[in-house]
Nanobody, 122 residues
Framework: QLQLVESGGGLVQPGGSLRLSCAAS????????IGWFRQAPGKEREGVSC????????NYADSVKGRFTISRDNAKNTVYLQMNSLKPEDTAVYYC???????????????WGQGTQVTVSS
């Protein structure tokens, strides 16, 4: 049974950093594309970043380019989202998900984690 478990969220001041983790079970992340999404109150869920199954391709939303970095540890079967220079508008619930691909853009998801809250506030 596929399961994705996010962790690492919390409260951080503007300009600060957080690293989110997404631990997978029931699937080998080296065989699937993985994405990070977020949903702020009153807004639609949006794609933030993704990585292809090979790890050779990544994509980022324009709003996070240069600040967020997606990475993967195959030995731990875990994907990370390093978030730097955080802004109040980054406040949202962040989800990892297995997705249909990461070629050119963040493609739709087919399995979701439960989410982790990130709050950026002074």
């Amino acid at each position: 049974q596929l399961q994705l478990v996010e962790s690492g969220g919390g409260l951080v001041q503007p300009g600060g950093s957080l690293r989110l983790s997404c631990a997978a079970s029931g699937v080998t992340l080296g065989y699937v594309a993985i994405g990070w999404f977020r949903q702020a109150p009153g807004k639609e869920r949006e794609g933030v970043s993704c990585m292809s199954s090979s790890g050779s391709s990544t994509n980022y939303a324009d709003s996070v380019k240069g600040r967020f970095t997606i990475s993967r540890d195959n030995a731990k079967n875990t994907v990370y989202l390093q978030m730097n220079s955080l802004k109040p508008e980054d406040t949202a619930v962040y989800y990892c998900a297995t997705i249909y691909g990461c070629s050119g853009y963040i493609k739709p998801a087919w399995s979701w984690g439960q989410g982790t809250q990130v709050t950026v506030s002074s």
